[in-house]
């Protein structure tokens, strides 16, 4: 067996692991409130309420502000880790049942998966750090930083339509029901399958519109020298807010995203890991 070989056999069976894979179920279930919260935040906007961040590292900080919410934090963190390390092995060994173009392009939205996934679970770590954990306030900084050098601008839009085209994909991906193949839908009752089918459109969707209207704040950002445009969906909400309607659009927003939450207690079951 070559050195190759027996890499991958190993890395095969920590991917397997009861362990990891109990985690990962128990992340989705962090992840979901992570975006529960979220979709709290967006609501408080909707309404003209004060909310100090409004996406998901905004949830975090408000989770650890209660009771015991610190542990909660560093629970929802570990499982965030474990749903890192899963997607890792996935986009390095994993998605053996495609094929072809789908098999490469499932192990890149793996790699991407993991990026976000341990991106979130070191803003769990900070929060419980209890340091601050601002996203929107750093890539503002960032952007800030990038529109007065030179080059910058460039750099600038091109994460904005980078964004925006995320969003589009977000969009499809609910919309056709792509999230479907990765669900373990034999085991579902009807019932179920059809709550997942709507869940998963709706809160695809909602993260989708979000994104893109983010993607777009960046690019106008770039535009207008305005870093304060460049603060993600912490922006994009506002934004929102500041349309006609922007209340309705908005808690239509946080119905959604309150949708993707439950998508994501049914994935800790349903879930293929």
């Given at each position: 067996m070559s050195a190759v070989s027996r890499a991958e056999s190993s890395a095969s069976r920590a991917a397997n692991s009861s362990a990891l894979e109990a985690l990962t179920r128990a992340g989705f279930i962090g992840y979901g409130i992570v975006h529960l919260l979220f979709a709290w935040l967006a609501l408080q906007i909707a309404f003209g309420k004060p909310a100090a961040e409004g996406d998901q590292s905004g949830a975090m900080m408000k989770l650890a502000e209660q009771?015991?919410?610190?542990?909660?934090v560093a629970a929802i963190g570990v499982g965030l880790v474990a749903m890192a390390i899963w997607q890792l092995f996935e986009a390095v060994i994993g998605h053996t049942d495609e094929q072809g173009k789908r098999r490469v392009f499932e192990r890149i939205a793996s790699a991407f998966r993991t990026i976000v996934y341990g991106y979130f679970a070191y803003t769990a770590w900070k929060v419980f750090q209890g340091k601050p954990a601002s996203s929107a306030d750093s890539q503002?900084?960032?952007?800030?930083?990038?529109?007065?050098?030179?080059?910058?601008?460039?750099?600038?839009?091109?994460?904005?339509?980078?964004?925006?085209?995320?969003?589009?994909?977000?969009?499809?991906?609910?919309?056709?029901k792509a999230f479907a193949r990765h669900l373990k839908t034999g085991e579902m009752s009807p019932h179920t399958r059809k709550l997942a089918m709507r869940l998963g459109m709706a809160g695809y969707t909602a993260k989708g519109v979000a994104y893109g209207i983010a993607g777009v704040l960046f690019v106008v950002a770039a535009a207008n020298y305005d870093p304060e445009k460049a603060r993600g969906l912490d922006a994009a909400l506002e934004a929102l807010r500041g349309q006609a309607y922007g209340a309705i659009l908005l808690t239509l927003m946080a119905i959604g995203i309150a949708a993707f939450a439950l998508f994501c207690f049914l994935q800790s079951k349903y879930r293929k890991v």
């Open positions: 009771p015991l919410g610190k542990f909660v503002q900084k960032t952007t800030e930083g990038l529109l007065s050098s030179g080059g910058g601008r460039a750099v600038v839009v091109i994460a904005g339509l980078a964004l925006a085209g995320l969003g589009i994909g977000l969009v499809v991906y609910g919309v056709k």
